[in-house]
């Protein structure tokens, strides 16, 4: 069983940045592959960006590339998103979640979830 915790979220605007930070209990973390992902309002759940247990794999959704940044910390228990040049399409509730197994960007094949954090971005 892995909980998770995101933080870091917050009103920021367009241009700016954040970095958002989901920590996880459990002695598995290390074996999990984490993903991140957003829902606005009135919206489906997408995916934006994952990273495999080992940190050597990664993907982005295309909007995202080149702006945004997953990373973990393995000793720390901790998975992160760096955001920059955010733009207010960006806007959205960002949750983390977890998977024993490969990264993938199906929000369905992920059982472990955080509660979400509220990313805003003002024009």
């Known amino acids: 069983q892995v909980q998770l915790v995101e933080s870091g979220g917050g009103l920021v605007k367009a241009g700016g940045s954040l970095r958002l930070a989901c920590t996880a209990s459990g002695r598995t973390f290390s074996s999990y592959a984490m993903g991140w992902f957003r829902q606005a309002p009135g919206k489906e759940r997408e995916f934006v960006a994952a990273?495999?247990?080992?940190?050597?794999?990664?993907f982005y959704e295309v909007s995202v590339r080149g702006r945004f940044a997953i990373s973990r910390d393995n000793t720390k228990n901790t998975v992160y998103l760096q955001m920059d040049s955010l733009k207010p399409e960006d806007t959205a509730v960002y949750y983390c979640?977890?998977?024993?197994?490969?990264?993938?960007?199906?929000?369905?094949?992920?059982?472990?979830w955080g509660q979400g954090t509220q990313v805003t971005v003002s024009s």
């Open positions: 990273i495999s247990w080992s940190g050597t794999t990664t």
């Open positions: 979640a977890g998977r024993a197994g490969d990264p993938t960007g199906a929000y369905y094949e992920y059982p472990y």
